[in-house]
């Protein structure tokens, strides 16, 4: 419990100037000082996946999101892995020891935990569905059965992912994500285009038609049937955008859909989300509206996010 303690101490004192973490500055965080929580071990139906890196700033975040779920959502019933990088994988492990299991926390090397590369991990293999939930967003289940229904979905819709919406067009935030968070900053659009349309030779019509006829998608949640991206191929591209350093999951996972036909629906098709953005939970905390439902709820933009 000692361990613990430190590293909420840690985390109560870290400071930063980046927007996104210092909207943290004033929230203090509180001991865990209940019974340590079991899941169901034996259960491959479905895992809660989140990938932890950069720095600390984004382990506050991950502390709070897991307690709404462990408090707000029926996950117990399925399972978690946290993959962290190796500078922080020791932290990570004594901040949840009193909260489960810390076999659950994966240790995996820096550079390599992006969440399209972990989609790929031996660790996940076993499981059904896998359902990639952001260190920054908050689960609210009034009836605790948000991830019964996403299993369920994908069970009979095994060709669909399920992504957060987003009103972007697609071109324009494809091009801002390929100058923020890629080294292909240093290219030019079409040569970065020329990137995906030359892995999906096949599929590079679709991907014209997509970016400049529709808006774009967010991975904050992403959820999907393991089988869609358990092939070579898919395995072969992730190896790729790893060695050029993608640092935008979303572009990755949506290029790969779209080329091979892979449908991407708003979580809330399944009627097991809502979808609660930040200037929609502006709107709710103003309001006074009480959550009803099941809701995702990912209150802080990102940082390149406008």
């Known amino acids: 419990m000692e361990n613990h303690k430190n590293t909420i101490n840690e985390l109560n004192n870290f400071d930063s100037n980046i927007d996104k973490f210092y909207s943290l500055k004033d929230i203090k965080l509180p001991y865990f000082n209940g019974n340590r929580y079991d899941f169901k071990n034996n259960n491959d139906k479905l895992c809660v996946v989140y990938c932890v890196w950069a720095n600390k700033g984004y382990i506050k975040f991950l502390y709070l999101s897991i307690l709404s779920q462990l408090q707000y959502s ?9 993959f962290v990088t190796d500078d922080l ?18 240790k995996v090397p820096l550079g390599m935990a992006f969440k399209y590369g972990i989609s790929t991990h ?17 689960v609210h289940s ?17 060709n669909s992912i399920l992504m957060c919406n987003d009103n972007g067009k697609a071109d324009d935030v494809f ?7 890629t080294k292909f900053k240093y290219f030019s659009y079409n040569e970065y285009l020329l990137y995906f349309k ?26 999907y049937n ?30 790969y859909a779209i080329a091979n036909s892979i ?44």
């Open 263 to 306: 449908d991407i629906n708003k979580i809330n098709v399944s009627n097991s989300y809502r979808w609660v953005a930040p200037e929609t939970f502006d709107n709710f905390l103003s309001s006074g509206t009480i959550f009803k439902g099941n809701s995702f709820i990912h209150p802080i933009a990102g940082i390149f996010c406008k």
């Open 89 to 106: 994988y020791d932290f990570v492990v004594k901040l949840f020891e009193p909260l489960f299991d810390t076999s659950k926390i994966i």
């Open 122 to 138: 031996p660790e996940l293999q076993r499981f059904q569905v896998i359902n990639f939930t952001d260190t920054d967003g908050f």
């Open 74 to 82: 029926d996950i117990t019933n399925f399972d978690i892995r946290i």
């Open 142 to 158: 009034e009836n605790k059965d948000v991830y019964s229904k996403i299993y369920h979905y994908h069970k009979n819709n095994p």
């Open 175 to 181: 091009d801002s994500r390929r100058e923020d968070l």
């Open 226 to 255: 393991r089988k869609i991206f358990d092939n070579y191929k898919f395995n072969s591209y992730v190896g790729s955008t790893l060695y050029h350093q993608f640092g935008c999951d979303e572009t990755v996972w949506i290029m």
């Open 198 to 223: 030359t892995w999906f030779k096949n599929g590079s019509d679709k991907i014209e038609y997509f970016l400049h006829t529709k808006k774009w998608f967010l991975s904050c949640h992403f959820s």
